[in-house]
C-alpha cells in the first residue's frame, strides 16, 4: 500500500518505521527539509493547496495520515493547521480520494472536567481553543464525505518527553494534582495502534470512524507524580501551580481500541515509566 504521512514527525517517524517493516510504501509530508530519513520527504506547507494537490497527484496514496503539528501553541497557529490544513487536504484528494484518511486528533476536544468517564459517544465541544481548532478539523473530514477514521490521542510521553520526570527529579509537585485525572499512552503504542489500524483495514474489517488511544489506566496527575519520586527517591517539597487550564479532569475508556484486537506495549503509566528510567 501506499501511504502518505502528513506531518512527520516524532510519532510520524515511529509510525512510518513500522508500516516499512510490513512492506508497505511510505512517504512523508514536512514544513522543513531532514537531513536524513529512511523515506521520501515530501517539503510543504499542509495549508497550500497547490503543493499538496502536486504531491498527492503525482502518487495514488492509498492511506494519509493527518498529523502536523502547530507552529506555536497560540489560538491562531492551531485555526491555521486544523482549518486551513484539513481543508487543503480534503480538496487535494479530490476527485479520487484515498481509501482511508486517519486523523491523528486529542481527547482535548472533550469538555468534561469533574472526572467523568468519556468515550467516542461523549459529546466534545470543549471550550479551550486547542480544542477547538482540532474539533473543527474533525467536523470538516466528517462532513467531508470521504473514508476516514479519527483517533483521539490521550496525552502521549515517552523518550524525549521526560517534563514531568524532570520536574518530580527536581522536587516539584503540582497543586491539586490528586484531584486531577489524566489519561496518557506511550508514543511506541501510539504508533502501534495507528499502524494497527492500517493492518485491519488493509485486511477488509470495517473500522469505526472514532477511536480513543489511550492506556488501561486513567489515574490522577499526584498518583503519577508520587509514584515516580519514589522510584527515583525523591522527596517532594516544591509546590508548582498548575498552569494548564484547558487540560480538564476525565477518564478515558480505551475498549474500542482493544476490541479490535490492539494490546498495548505499555498498559499503564508504570510499566511506561519503569521502561524509562531503566533506560537512563
Known amino acids: 500500500m501506499h501511504i502518505l504521512i502528513i506531518g512527520y514527525g516524532d510519532l510520524g517517524s515511529r509510525l512510518a518505521r513500522l508500516l516499512l517493516a510490513e512492506g508497505h510504501s511510505v512517504h512523508g509530508l514536512k514544513r522543513r527539509a531532514l537531513s536524513t530519513a529512511p523515506l521520501p520527504i515530501h517539503i510543504c506547507d499542509v495549508t497550500e493547496y497547490q503543493q499538496l494537490k502536486s504531491i498527492i497527484g503525482r502518487t495514488k496514496y492509498d492511506y494519509i495520515f493527518f498529523m502536523p503539528t502547530p507552529d506555536t501553541r497560540t489560538p491562531d497557529a492551531y485555526r491555521h493547521i486544523y482549518h486551513h490544513g484539513m481543508t487543503a487536504l480534503i480538496n487535494a484528494c479530490r476527485p479520487t480520494p484515498p481509501q482511508l484518511i486517519i486523523m491523528a486528533s486529542s481527547i482535548s476536544v472533550y469538555h468534561h472536567n469533574n472526572s467523568e468517564w468519556v468515550d467516542e459517544e461523549s459529546e466534545a465541544h470543549t471550550t479551550s481553543f486547542n480544542g477547538q481548532a482540532v474539533r473543527m478539523g474533525e467536523k470538516i473530514l466528517q462532513a467531508s464525505g470521504l473514508n476516514h477514521c479519527i483517533v483521539r490521542i490521550a496525552g502521549i510521553y515517552g523518550p524525549q518527553r521526560h517534563r514531568l520526570i524532570a520536574r518530580v527529579r527536581n522536587g516539584y ?92 506495549i505499555y498498559p499503564d503509566y508504570r510499566a511506561g515509566y519503569s521502561a524509562l528510567l531503566e533506560r537512563e
Open 173 to 264: 509537585y503540582t497543586a491539586n494534582a490528586d484531584q486531577r485525572y489524566t489519561n496518557r499512552i506511550h508514543i511506541d503504542d501510539c504508533a502501534a495502534l495507528m499502524a494497527h489500524l492500517i493492518n485491519l483495514s488493509t485486511n477488509g474489517t470495517a473500522l469505526e470512524k472514532i477511536y480513543l488511544a489511550c492506556d488501561d489506566a486513567p489515574v490522577t496527575l499526584g498518583e503519577v507524580e508520587k509514584w515516580l519520586a519514589a522510584h527515583m527517591n525523591v522527596h517532594l517539597t516544591a509546590r508548582q501551580e498548575r498552569h494548564s487550564a484547558t487540560a480538564g479532569s476525565k477518564k478515558c475508556r480505551n475498549q474500542r481500541i482493544k476490541k479490535t484486537g490492539y494490546r498495548f
